[in-house]
């Protein structure tokens, strides 16, 4: 009886373990962005893999939706896609103006799409308007998607970041510190519980 409850406690503390190594090893990128405006909600996807590359052709795609999750194709929406590098100023022209295309992406069809070349690694405003091609089936919007785009290509490797004038105090990285201790902090966990259901 007792060898069992021994071998309970230790499936319990490597459960443990493993929770609190999941956990503090999740890295905050999610595969799509979303954004709602009005009654349509718009999904943004890069490819490849949400991380486009400047100087690099990125298939970019919005899977457009109506209240209920229908979904809004191309064909019915006067949509146009700016493509902006921040900071910008209203009423500044867009760096570029994409035209958009109906793609099949995933389980949409039809969706407005089109590849865009950043020309430098930085961060960028994506911005999406559309209105209704015929009728009102739903309302204008207007969508904003923050992109950040990685050096790339050798061609761009030696231009400047598109956003070197801002200051560099958004920097979203931890110090090496900040890692280290709470990962000492869960092994000195781990061996407490693991010395305390071996004892016992």
């Known amino acids: 009886m007792k060898y069992y409850q021994e071998q309970k406690k230790l499936k319990y503390a490597i459960l443990l373990f493993c929770v609190a190594i999941a956990i503090t090893t999740i890295h905050p990128v ?15 996807h890069l490819e490849p ?41 209203p009423g500044e022209p867009a760096l570029l103006e994409p035209s958009l295309q109906p793609v099949t992406a995933e389980r949409f069809q039809g969706i ?23 009728g ?7 969508v904003q998607f923050e992109v950040t785009v990685a050096a790339g290509s050798e061609n761009t490797q030696n231009t400047q970041n598109v956003n070197s004038n801002v200051a560099q105090e958004n920097t979203r990285t931890l110090p090496l510190w900040a890692i280290a201790i709470p990962g000492l902090v869960l092994i000195g966990i781990f061996l407490v519980v693991f010395q305390k259901t071996t004892r016992s």
């Open 30 to 44: 999610l595969a799509h962005k979303v954004q709602v405006a009005a009654d349509v909600g718009a999904t943004l």
């Open 112 to 134: 407005p799409g089109n590849e865009i070349t950043f020309p430098k690694p930085g961060i960028y405003q994506l911005q999406l308007s559309g209105k209704p091609a015929k």
């Open 136 to 142: 009102n089936s739903f309302k204008p919007f207007q």
């Open 49 to 89: 893999n949400d991380n486009p590359r400047a100087g690099e052709p990125t298939q970019a795609w919005f899977a457009l939706t109506r209240k209920g999750g229908q979904t809004i194709p191309l064909a019915q929406c006067n949509c146009q896609l700016a493509v902006y590098a921040e900071p910008h100023t």
